[in-house]
């Protein structure tokens, strides 16, 4: 039933920014965290950042003081705004969100399929 889908993904050259965005849908009662996580090809999937929902943020060493996570547990979006892109940034993203659905009384952990950046030289 919870449906969650990303945008805002393309084509930038090195230096540039992009702002991805995610929401959620379906019968949902609440959200605990938001995330997102980016894999390039050969490259585990690893962790970019992540908001809890009393608004503690968390960064991947990499991406400290360019990305910047910003969400809205009531709306049920989140969004990645990404600066001073490289290169190594180019992967596919995707968001996972922790999420309370309603009638259950156990959290899941939810994704969506991801939207790809790919950022030239």
């Known amino acids: 039933q919870v449906h969650i889908v990303e945008s805002g993904g393309g084509l930038v050259q090195s230096g540039g920014s992009l702002t991805l965005s995610c929401t959620a849908s379906g019968k949902i009662l609440s959200i605990e965290d938001m995330a997102w996580f980016r894999q390039a090809p050969g490259h585990e999937r690893e962790l970019v950042a992540i908001?809890?929902?009393?608004?503690?943020?968390n960064y991947a060493d990499s991406v400290k003081d360019r990305f910047a996570i910003a969400g809205d547990m009531t709306k049920k979006t989140v969004n990645l705004q990404m600066n001073s892109l490289n290169p190594e940034d180019t992967a596919h993203y995707y968001c996972?969100?922790?999420?309370?659905?309603?009638?259950?009384?156990?959290?899941?952990?939810?994704w969506g399929r991801g939207t790809q950046v790919t950022v030239s030289s």
């Open positions: 908001i809890t929902k009393d608004g503690t943020t």
């Open positions: 996972r969100m922790t999420i309370h659905e309603s009638l259950l009384f156990t959290t899941s952990d939810f």
